[in-house]
Nanobody
Framework: QLQLVESGGGLVRSGGSLRLSCAASGFTLGLDYYAMVWIRQAPGKEREGVSC????????YYADSVKDRFTISRDLAKNMVYLQMNSLKPEDTGVYYC?????????????????????WGQGTQVTVSS
């Protein structure tokens, strides 16, 4: 059974940093050709595909809103995916979900609805105060 568990969220001041972690189980990063995606849900806003990294071709995608501030990475030995978030802004506040999809490519057409994914984590809250 595919499972994703996020951690690392919290409360941080504007300009601060957080690193989100996503522990994957039931499949093997780097071998099973999944695209790993970070999606966020801000209060009163639509979900946004923040970042993506592809097993298939190692393509990396960032939304314009986080480019040059966020970095996605993987630790294949630990079967983990990370999202390093620097220079955080209040508009980065939201619930961050880790998701895995066997078919998508990492691009600006990342789906943001749960049924599109083979696995979807429980989410971790990120709150950035001004």
């Amino acid at each position: 059974q595919l499972q994703l568990v996020e951690s690392g969220g919290g409360l941080v001041r504007s300009g601060g940093s957080l690193r989100l972690s996503c522990a994957a189980s039931g499949f093997t990063l780097g071998l099973d050709y999944y695209a790993m995606v970070w999606i966020r849900q801000a209060p009163g806003k639509e979900r946004e595909g923040v970042s993506c990294i592809s097993d298939r071709d190692e393509t990396i995608y960032y939304a314009d809103s986080v480019k040059d501030r966020f970095t996605i990475s993987r630790d294949l030995a630990k079967n983990m995916v990370y999202l390093q978030m620097n220079s955080l802004k209040p508009e980065d506040t939201g619930v961050y979900y880790c998701a895995a999809n066997h078919l998508i490519t990492c691009s600006n057409n990342i789906p943001t609805n749960r049924p599109n994914y083979n696995a979807w984590g429980q989410g971790t809250q990120v709150t950035v105060s001004s």
